[in-house]
Nanobody, 116 residues
Framework: DVQLQACGGGLVQAGGSLRLSCAAS????????IGWFRQAPGKEREGVSCVSSGDGGAYYSKSVKGRFTISRDNARSTVYLQMNSLKPEDTAVYYC?????????WGQGTQVTVSS
């Protein structure tokens, strides 16, 4: 079975840091682009960051660029999202997603709450 297990969320004060992890199993991890998305209450899900399967190139949304860093460890089938200088507007449920030629898979979310 395909699984994407996201963890690392929590409650943090503004200016703090968290590191999210997304551990994958059940598919060839290295063949998939992995992205992080988030959804705040009452808002649509939005893309935050993505790391490619090929050269490992990273993409960031404007709202997180310079504060978040995505990385992948293909040997461990895990993607990380280091989130620094967190702001209250970063509060959301964060999801990881794997996308490739054979399909798209979503993990369960992990809650990130940033207090002011």
């Amino acid at each position: 079975d395909v699984q994407l297990q996201a963890c690392g969320g929590g409650l943090v004060q503004a200016g703090g840091s968290l590191r999210l992890s997304c551990a994958a199993s059940g598919f060839t991890f290295g063949d998939y682009d992995i992205g992080w998305f988030r959804q705040a209450p009452g808002k649509e899900r939005e893309g935050v960051s993505c790391v490619s399967s090929g050269d490992g190139g990273a993409y960031y949304s404007k709202s997180v660029k310079g504060r978040f860093t995505i990385s992948r460890d293909n040997a461990r089938s895990t993607v990380y999202l280091q989130m620094n200088s967190l702001k209250p507007e970063d509060t959301a449920v964060y999801y990881c997603r794997a996308s490739g030629a054979l399909g798209v898979y979503w993990g369960q979310g992990t809650q990130v709450t940033v207090s002011s």
